[in-house]
């Protein structure tokens, strides 16, 4: 699941630039506490999983090009 970053850190995207000045009201406000607060618990775990598995991958293609270099005794090093 690709998700922006507005919409891990608020729950939404915003379609505008109106959607990011602060409000009295909440935008959701059919949504119940619960079914928002789990909602969000599940994007941010996706989120988690998501760069968990992003550095993992990154790491694997490191380790790939590194090279373990051995010396022996009286090299110039």
Avoid at 9 to 32: E, H, Q, T
Wanted: hydrophobic share 40%; charged share 25%; aromatic share 10%.
């Amino acid at each position: 699941m690709k998700l922006s970053h507005f919409e891990v850190f608020y729950g939404l995207n915003p379609s505008s630039a109106l959607d990011l000045a602060p409000i009295l009201y909440v935008r959701r406000l059919s949504v119940k506490v619960e079914d928002m607060k789990n909602y969000l618990c599940k994007v941010h775990n996706e989120a988690r999983q998501s760069i968990t598995n992003i550095n993992f991958k990154y790491k694997v293609q490191v380790d790939n090009h590194n090279i373990k270099v051995i010396f022996k005794v009286r090299d110039l090093v």
